[in-house]
Structures are given as structure tokens and as C-alpha cells.
């Protein structure tokens, strides 16, 4: 089973600094089917970047994701007030067929 | 696109219950389309659960689940289901319907609000 390693745990920033958050799997993935969310408390999870880099509809240019085979980073390039939220990867793939990392974090500084 | 769920509550352990998900915005019978739930236990992440396509076709479960749950759709309603039998407390969670993008996308680009479920005594 692929299982996904996100950290930091807690990233603790001030808005308008840059975020950097990591996924490690365990093994090689499929870069094609890496995506990131967005999870605020009460609300619905937020599709932001699908196919490791690419953003979803509506989502602004200030968030952008990369990397391969077994490290993906998930960047805000300038944190807004709004951002301050869970962050969860996810994978798809075989056993289980989708795998959520553990979440990161994003709190204010 | 909206995705509704309904039907949580609280429920003994060994208990029944079937949450309901409406969805509308989109054409919900495609082939296309294959619908998902996923779990937020307290305090813990996300959980994908059970996955059903378009066409019923093809019905996937997590370990954790399979024998004790159902997935089911009925695309006349424009609804999906998950019929939970012998809950435990550690099913306990916020179940999340939400929907497959595209073509085995492998991603979720729609969710619904939730519906929070409590096996207790």
C-alpha cells in the first residue's frame, strides 16, 4: 500500500510569506493522479491542484504544486488571510484506491 | 454543480443508518461521472470510503468498510448512497460525497457540505 507523508505537520507563517508543503510517498507514484486540497473547519474540501501542477478552475495563480516520483511540494506563493487552512495530498492509485496524506497545517503566525 | 448529503445522526453501536448524497449542476448519469465518499474522523484527516461509477459498473470499497457498508446510486434521483450496517465508534466522523472529476480522473473536484454521523452508546 502507497502510503503518503506530509510535512510540515504545522506550518506557522504571517500572511504574505511563502509556503512550502511536502508529500513524500512511499513509492513512486504516478504524477498524473497527485492532487492537493484545501479544508477550512465547517466547510467543504476544496480541489486546488490536480495532475501534481495543475490549478483547478478558479483556483488563483498564487498556488501552484510540483515535483515527481516520490516528492511533491504544494507552494503559496503569497499566504492571504484566507489561506489559513488544512492541506491535505492525495493519491490514486491501486490498494487502496485513494490515499489522503495525514494534512498540513497553514496558521498564522 | 451541488452536492447535498443527508441522513447523519447519532446510532448505537451495531446500529444501521444510509446517508443520502442529491447532487444537481450536472448530468449525474453519465459514464462519466463516478461518485465517492470520504470520512473526517475527529480530529483525524480524510478517509476515502467507497467509490461507485457511473453505470454502477464498477464498486469499490476501503478495508476498513468493505463486508459493513453498501455504495449505491440511483440515477433516476440524481442520488448516491451508503447504506452503514454494524457501525463501530471508530465510524464516528463527517461523511463527505463528493464527486470523481471526469473520465477516471482520479481527483475530486466537487464536495458536499457533509453529514456528521455519531456511533455511541
Known amino acids: 500500500d502507497i502510503v503518503l507523508t506530509q510535512s510540515p505537520g504545522t506550518l506557522s507563517l504571517s500572511p504574505g510569506e511563502r509556503a512550502t508543503l511536502s508529500c513524500r510517498a512511499s513509492?513512486?507514484?504516478?504524477?498524473?493522479?497527485l492532487a492537493w486540497y484545501q479544508h477550512r473547519p465547517g466547510q467543504a474540501p476544496r480541489l486546488l491542484i490536480h495532475?501534481?501542477?495543475t490549478r483547478a478552475s478558479d483556483i488563483p495563480d498564487r498556488f501552484s504544486g510540483g515535483g515527481s516520483g516520490t516528492d511533491f511540494t504544494l507552494s503559496i506563493s503569497t499566504v492571504e488571510p484566507e489561506d489559513f487552512a488544512l492541506y491535505y495530498c492525495?493519491?490514486?492509485?491501486?490498494?487502496?484506491?485513494?490515499?489522503f496524506g495525514q494534512g498540513t497545517k497553514l496558521e498564522i503566525k | 454543480v451541488q452536492l447535498v448529503e443527508s441522513g447523519g445522526g447519532l446510532v448505537r453501536p451495531g446500529g444501521s443508518l444510509t446517508l443520502s448524497c442529491e447532487a444537481s449542476?450536472?448530468?449525474?448519469?453519465?459514464?462519466?461521472?463516478?461518485m465517492v465518499w470520504v470520512r473526517q474522523a475527529p480530529g483525524k484527516g480524510l478517509q476515502w470510503v467507497a467509490s461507485?461509477?457511473?453505470?454502477?459498473?464498477?464498486?469499490y470499497y476501503s478495508d476498513s468498510v468493505k463486508g459493513r457498508f453498501t455504495v449505491s446510486r440511483d440515477n433516476a434521483k440524481n442520488s448516491v448512497y451508503l447504506q452503514m450496517n454494524s457501525l463501530r465508534v471508530e465510524d464516528t466522523a463527517m461523511y463527505y460525497c463528493?464527486?470523481?472529476?471526469?473520465?477516471?480522473?482520479?481527483?475530486?473536484?466537487?464536495w458536499g457540505q457533509g453529514s456528521l454521523v455519531t456511533v455511541s452508546s
Open positions: 495532475g501534481t501542477s
Open positions: 463528493a464527486r470523481e472529476g471526469s473520465g477516471w480522473s482520479g481527483y475530486f473536484d466537487y
Open positions: 461507485i461509477s457511473g453505470r454502477r459498473s464498477f464498486i
Open positions: 513509492q513512486n507514484i504516478d504524477s498524473n493522479y
Open positions: 449542476g450536472f448530468t449525474f448519469s453519465s459514464t462519466y461521472y463516478d
Open positions: 492525495q493519491h490514486f492509485g491501486n490498494s487502496p484506491l485513494f490515499t
